[in-house]
């Protein structure tokens, strides 16, 4: 049972290269999110999808898109990336039920843009 | 959604003693979740409370909510190094949850 699984889990880019990074669930959940958090900081929500065929803007959307390719999976692509997009990305599922919204995280993806 | 403001910031304290960190919120709430985050690591749920509930138990943990004020402690009785981490709350909702900064908990053996 392995969760909510993150690719790569290291990556050093360039800036202005392009990424995609890839979450994939195995819970059958219909929501899935992706966050950043820099050193020292919580997590910020970048986008999040409530369900599949859906996405929707979080705090930090700028410089980021979003795919959500089906139920079980969640891409981030950096069209360009910038310095201020090195952090370490956590991308999370679950699944709204009884009133609530427990969310499940990976392991993380760290970037560094040079 | 709105974010949590965990207090303090950061506590340190010795084995076997208790901890508690509190969190703030501005509007009204379904329910509160905490979660535990260790170094580097994704987060880890460790228990919801609901808005009709005062007070829940876990193990080690107690959480406690007062929607009058707008806040919550966790409590974490008998600490242990395991125990050293971030904690946030994430008050909400049905939707987007957001987070604060947390409190970074350090546990000395």
């Known amino acids: 049972n392995a969760g909510v699984t993150q690719t790569p889990k290291f990556q050093v880019l360039k800036t202005g290269q392009s990424m995609t990074l890839q979450c994939a669930q195995d819970m059958n959940h219909n929501s899935m999110y992706w966050y950043r958090q820099d050193p020292g900081m919580g997590l910020r929500l970048i986008y999040y999808?409530?369900?599949?065929?859906?996405?929707d803007k979080g705090e930090v959307p700028n410089g980021y898109n979003v795919s959500r390719l089906n139920k079980r999976e969640f891409s981030l692509r950096l069209e360009s990336a910038a310095p201020s997009q090195t952090s370490v990305y956590f991308c999370?599922?679950?699944?709204?039920?009884?009133?609530?919204?427990?969310?499940?995280f990976g392991a993380g993806s760290r970037l560094t843009v040079l | 959604s709105q974010q949590g403001e965990e207090d303090p910031q950061a506590l340190s304290i010795q084995e076997g003693e208790n901890a508690t960190m509190n969190c703030s919120y501005k509007t009204s709430i379904n329910n509160l979740q905490w979660y535990r985050q260790n170094s580097g690591r994704g987060l880890v749920h460790l228990i919801l409370?609901?808005?009709?509930?005062r007070e829940k138990h876990s193990g080690r943990l107690r959480v406690t909510l007062d929607t009058s004020k707008k806040s919550s402690s966790l409590l974490i009785t008998a600490s242990r190094a395991a125990d050293t981490a971030s904690y946030f709350c994430a008050p909400g909702g049905y939707q987007k949850v957001t987070f604060g900064t947390g409190t970074k908990l350090q546990v000395i053996p």
């Open positions: 999370a599922s679950s699944e709204v039920g009884a009133g609530a919204n427990v969310l499940t």
């Open positions: 999808s409530a369900s599949e065929g859906t996405t």
């Open positions: 409370i609901r808005s009709n509930e």
